[in-house]
């Protein structure tokens, strides 16, 4: 089914490991975008890019590194991860802006550091 | 700067009756907004979006938004609530000439049979 890929569905770190979050898209969007969505704060943008090899910060970028080498995938690299990065994350993607039929969503990746 | 509010975290309504779901929002110039819902476990799905045009957006499953410039609102609404209905319910609010959206922090709504 076409839509957005989100690999692993559940992950817990210690503290101070590392991790990529998958994110793969079959739409040939040229917009990605990291979201994490905390209780009571709603999502925020961590990271986003508009076509391959373009990336750009979002409202809380530290702490994430992202790269966009494909117009498909759109990884998401944890380094030394904390416990204040214990959240939802979701990737999701659009062809153009504004989006004409909104984002299309991830299922999510749940991530406890602990 | 952009800004959404959504000034209840809850919403509360009997089945059957019609639901508001309350959006204020805050941006230079015209605003591109968005209404989107999540189920338990789910990624956010989009209802519909007002970009221009007529101010009585209709969406998805039986969804419609109103805009309302001098408010600077896009309330949700339904006029009769489903027991299906329940979920998380985020609006969200574009600038013009930006790249992405900005959420705001969600209303649970819970229908109650």
């Known amino acids: 089914n076409a839509g957005v890929t989100q690999t692993p569905k559940f992950r817990i770190l210690k503290i101070g490991q590392s991790m990529t979050l998958q994110c793969a898209q079959d739409m040939n969007h040229n917009y990605m975008y990291w979201y994490r969505q905390d209780p009571g704060m709603g999502l925020k943008l961590i990271y986003y890019s508009v076509g391959a090899g373009i990336t750009d910060k979002g409202e809380v970028p530290n702490g994430y590194n992202v790269s966009r080498s494909t117009t498909e995938y759109f990884p998401l690299r944890l380094e030394l991860a904390a416990p204040s990065q214990t959240s939802v994350y979701f990737c999701?993607?659009?062809?153009?802006?504004?989006?004409?039929?909104?984002?299309?969503f991830g299922s999510g990746t749940r991530l406890t550091v602990v | 700067a952009q800004s959404v509010a959504q000034p209840e975290d809850q919403v509360n309504v009997a089945e059957g009756n019609p639901l508001t779901v309350k959006c204020t929002y805050s941006?230079?110039?015209?605003?591109?907004l968005f209404w989107y819902v999540q189920y338990p476990n789910r990624g956010l799905q989009f209802l519909l979006k007002?970009?221009?045009?007529?101010?009585l957006v209709k969406g998805s499953y039986g969804f419609e938004a109103e805009f309302n410039k001098s408010q600077t609102s896009f309330h949700l609404k339904k006029p009769s609530a489903l027991v299906s209905d329940s979920a998380l319910y985020f609006c969200?609010?574009?600038?013009?000439?930006?790249?992405?959206?900005?959420f705001g922090t969600g209303t649970r709504l819970t229908v109650i049979p």
């Open positions: 969200a609010v574009r600038r013009t000439g930006a790249n992405n959206l900005f």
């Open positions: 999701a993607s659009t062809d153009r802006q504004p989006p004409p039929g909104g984002y299309t």
């Open positions: 007002y970009i221009t045009g007529d101010n």
């Open positions: 941006v230079s110039g015209n605003p591109y």
